[in-house]
């Protein structure tokens, strides 16, 4: 039987998703692929991913894509319609 996840070897899993995110993000957006890691390493979905808690991993690139892009729509719903001076 294989090893069990856990938080100390979730790492050995995260360069391919990452990989799979970056050339998805990079294609859709148009954007650099350097752009696009910046963007998968400070979006909310990378946070869950990296906390094995979350069993986040389990999900696969085209459903981590969904989701990230998800969350980058909100925050940018919360930005523009906040009003001026005021940060959420």
Known sequence: MLGEINQSNLYLLLPSKIAWLTDMLSEDKGISVVQAMRTIY?????KKLE??????WHLGPVALYQEMTDSLQRKKSNKDSSPEGVKK
Do not use: A, G
């Not at 400070?42 to 990378?46: G, L, V």
């Not at 906390?51 to 986040?56: N, Q």
């Open 51 to 56: 906390d094995e808690s979350t069993k986040t």
């Open 42 to 46: 400070i979006s909310d979905m990378y």
